[in-house]
């Protein structure tokens, strides 16, 4: 099996854990080799595909983190759960907008097994000025 390297973790943290067929990653912002593809707020007036790139990375490092868990002949057969936290400026409210771009990624990858639970959150901040940080729950099968 052909391994993507792992994201960086930030801090005292390892970026999935697993436990029998259970994968839980942490939150990953949009790094590619530890660096911030796009830092702050997520506009209100500004376009949702404006951020596309970015979530898009940040839940490539989630999902990554998750199939480094799989041993030989594993695959991930179900997306359980998401959670997209949304670092908006206060009048933004699109959040599942910006949770759908996720969504789209890890279908495009996953086939129908990228559709789970999802929840879209909005918070005041996120590390490094990141606009989005994904976790996820994935299950784990041949």
Known sequence: MNKEANPVPQGNYVSATRFENLIFTAGMTPRINGVLMQEG???ADVPVETYRDAVRQAAKNALTAARNKLTEGERIVQL???TVY???VEQFTK???IADLASEYFCEELGEAGIGSR???GVATLPGNAP???SI???AGI
């Open 132 to 134: 989005v940080e994904i």
């Open 41 to 43: 707020k997520i506009g």
């Open 95 to 97: 959040h599942s907008k």
């Open 86 to 88: 949304v670092n908006g």
């Open 119 to 121: 929840a879209a959150v």
């Open 80 to 82: 359980l759960s998401v």
């Open 137 to 139: 729950v994935a299950a």
